[in-house]
């Protein structure tokens, strides 16, 4: 009890509340600072956010532009619609997954022994 007494005598009761009050008032700035942290990191997310939609939206516009043009519509025509111009002749090219046969060449039909002999030797050729 003599201890908290001296104490104080020594420190004024204003002196105390002052240091309390600081301290409050420290904490809240902290906690200011903090909120305005939050803030501008959100703040900058967003304005990256709006340049990466303002660069969309011109390549959206460069194509609906380039969508709009002669060019874009004769390709169309031309690659969906099997669409030519007047005169111009068109050539479709296949595949042709079969190998070519040479002209006048015959195949010879294989004798059965020579079918049996092939089989049982393991070179027979599958069909």
Known sequence: MSNTI???KKMPLWLIAAIIIMFYEAFLV????YTNYKF????A???KQ???????????KT???YFKT?????KVAREKLNKQKPGETVIVITPDNKPAE??????????????WWLFLTNRLEKK
């Open 70 to 74: 002669d060019e874009y519509k004769e």
């Open 102 to 115: 040479v002209a006048g060449a015959e195949t010879k039909e294989k004798s059965n022994p020579e079918k």
């Open 6 to 8: 001296g104490l104080r």
């Open 30 to 33: 902290g906690q200011k600072m």
């Open 50 to 60: 709006v340049e990466e939609m303002d660069k969309k939206n011109q390549k959206l």
């Open 40 to 43: 501008d990191r959100d703040l």
């Open 45 to 47: 997310t967003l304005e």
């Open 63 to 65: 194509d609906i532009e």
